[in-house]
């Protein structure tokens, strides 16, 4: 049986008030995971900030160890969280920056380096007081509740419910954290793709960051960070929400990742293969602060309406999952949810809708149901009445789907008039008579 001891170093040969641990041999019966536990503690105490590495620590005891007894010692860090970052990299890089300062405490920025340096060498020390331990998100039964009410809630997405539910399930069987693979949800606009994203993260209990892919004009902003060679570098959203979030397992939302079109030299997809990839995830370096950080337990949620205007390799690191347009059944139960959502907070000045005027509501998609409730509301209120009518319904419909004539810019004319005009033309050709009227 090995043995852990701490020892005094010879006088000259080390600095002063170090020590050293000797491994030795004993037949006293000590359990192997105490003499681990000690050389653990002494190279704890020796890492900036007294953090522990991100290691498993199976590697640490070895396979002769066995599994842990009742009687064995807690385990210096928590099996419930995981280190996003290694805060000895931070260090690291402080030093090649300010070598004779020390990183532990808040100080100038080093009078040597640019401007850019010294606000990277800011963003470090920042860094450097940051926890890198983030709580893992594990399966419960409070979860399956939860899941269970929002099957009903978004019936259209039961197949992305299923699959989460069974991931949960999962989790609660084995004991081990809870692993969702990057989503792709591919649906018609208006079914309700980022609702139920954003429903879904609320109902894991974890915070939702959303990006619009189709707004967002720089991918290794979004993701890596740039190096301080580039105008306006900063570290990545990602690497940065990360740190700031409470838990390893946030829910990272890329909407409409199909009009993810960035700047011309720039080949957005290829940077998203440093998230889908769960390897790459694992080590992720952000191009800013060059730290590597640990994307693996956080959830990916990608939206498109068109999947064909994805690249192949992106396609297969997501699991596809298409969202049909739903059905009248779940128009009237999308169209009760939402009349109650908008109504909930006006009661009771204003009724909830009868099935008859739910059924009227459900002609339209998600996303116009709630614009006709709104003016459809305006229509009764201004009428005197709390509750909704059919006429309200439609008459509100008749008012969003009115759209002002388009006119266009500059001596480009109108597609209609352009027909009408060759139309008169031919005629005229022809040897009829043109309209005296002149067209405006």
């Not at 030795?24 to 900030?49: C, F, M, S, V, Y």
């Not at 208006?190 to 954003?198: E, I, M, Q, R």
């Not at 990272?252 to 079109?261: H, R």
Request: with cysteine; hydrophobic share 40%; charged share 25%.
């Amino acid at each position: 049986m090995w043995k852990a001891v701490a020892a005094d170093p010879d006088e000259g040969t080390r600095p002063r008030g170090a020590r050293t641990i000797i491994m030795t041999k004993t037949d006293d019966g000590q359990n192997p995971n105490e003499a681990t536990r000690i050389l653990l503690e002494h190279l704890r105490r020796q890492r900036p900030g007294g953090e522990m590495p991100d290691t498993d620590h199976a590697s640490y005891v070895g396979e002769e160890t066995g599994p842990k007894a009742d009687d064995d010692p807690a385990p210096l860090w928590s099996s419930e969280t995981t280190f996003v970052f290694d805060r000895s990299e931070v260090h690291r890089q402080i030093r090649l920056l300010a070598p004779a300062t020390e990183s532990h405490e808040e100080e100038p920025g080093a009078a040597h380096l640019p401007s850019e340096e010294n606000t990277r060498l800011e963003k470090l020390r920042w860094l450097s007081r940051q926890d890198p331990a983030k709580t893992l998100l594990f399966g419960t039964a409070q979860m399956r509740v939860r899941l269970d009410v929002l099957r009903r809630r978004c019936p259209g997405f039961g197949s992305v419910t299923d699959l989460v539910d069974r991931a949960v399930a999962l989790s609660i069987h084995t004991k081990t954290p809870l692993s969702i693979p990057p989503l792709l949800l591919v649906g018609p606009p208006g079914v309700g793709k980022t609702h139920y994203s954003k429903a879904l993260a609320a109902v894991l209990g974890v915070p939702v960051h959303a990006w619009s892919c189709a707004t967002n004009s720089d991918a290794m902003q979004l993701v890596t960070g740039h190096p301080t060679s580039w105008r306006g570098s900063r570290m990545g959203h990602l690497t940065e929400t990360i740190v700031d979030s409470p838990g390893a397992s946030p829910v990272f939302l890329l909407d409409e990742i199909d009009k993810f079109v960035t700047h011309w030299a720039e080949k957005p997809y290829n940077v998203l293969l440093n998230i889908l990839e769960e390897e790459n995830s694992r080590a992720l370096l952000d191009e800013y602060v060059r730290v590597r950080f640990d994307l693996s337990q956080c959830i990916f949620i990608c939206t498109a309406n068109d999947l064909s205007a994805l690249p192949e390799f992106i396609i297969d690191r997501l699991l596809v999952v298409s969202i049909a347009p739903p059905d009248r059944d779940d128009l009237i139960a999308i169209a009760r949810q939402i009349a109650a959502k908008i109504i909930e907070p006006l009661a009771p000045a204003v009724a909830m809708p009868e099935e008859a005027v739910l059924a009227r509501l459900a002609r339209g998609n998600p996303r116009g149901i709630a614009r006709i409730v709104r003016l459809a509301l305006g229509f009764a209120a201004a009428d005197g009445r709390e509750d909704l009518a059919i006429a309200d319904v439609d008459a509100a419909a008749a008012l969003a789907a009115s759209e002002p004539e388009r006119l266009p810019m500059g001596f480009v004319m109108p597609m209609r008039k352009a027909e009408a005009e060759s139309a008169r033309k031919g005629d005229a050709r022809n040897g009829r008579t043109l309209p005296n009227e002149r067209e405006s």
